[in-house]
């Protein structure tokens, strides 16, 4: 049974940091892309960064500068380090591992983390 587990979400001042983790279970982290998503109360679940198998990154431009995100294999988790965090990066996060072999998706997502930014 595949299992993400986020975790590291919080309550945090406007200008801290959090850093969030993903832990996978049942799959091998590493052959899939990951990406951490974000859906604040009335909006549309929108991709805040995402690293595929080679490492590579990308982000929303809203959090290009203050997000990183990064895998470490060997313990089968992908991290999103936050910083500079604002008001309008409250929002539950959410894991999400992918991938297509044999046209077949492998699409599997966490439960979410609240994320709340307020002074």
């Known amino acids: 049974q595949v299992q993400l587990v986020e975790s590291g979400g919080g309550l945090v001042q406007p200008g801290g940091s959090l850093r969030l983790s993903c832990a996978a279970s049942?799959?091998?982290?590493?052959?899939?892309?990951v990406g951490w998503y974000r859906q604040a109360p009335g909006k549309q679940r929108e991709l805040v960064a995402g690293?595929?198998?080679?490492?590579?990154?990308d982000y929303a431009d809203s959090v290009k500068g203050r997000f990183t995100i990064s895998r470490d294999n060997a313990k089968n988790t992908v991290s999103l380090q936050m910083s500079s965090l604002k008001a309008e990066d409250t929002a539950v996060y959410y894991c999400?591992?992918?991938?297509?072999?044999?046209?077949?998706?492998?699409?599997?997502w966490g439960q979410g983390t609240q994320v709340t930014v307020s002074s």
């Open positions: 999400n591992s992918k991938k297509v072999m044999a046209n077949v998706i492998y699409d599997y």
């Open positions: 049942g799959i091998i982290f590493s052959i899939y892309a």
């Open positions: 690293i595929d198998t080679g490492g590579n990154t």
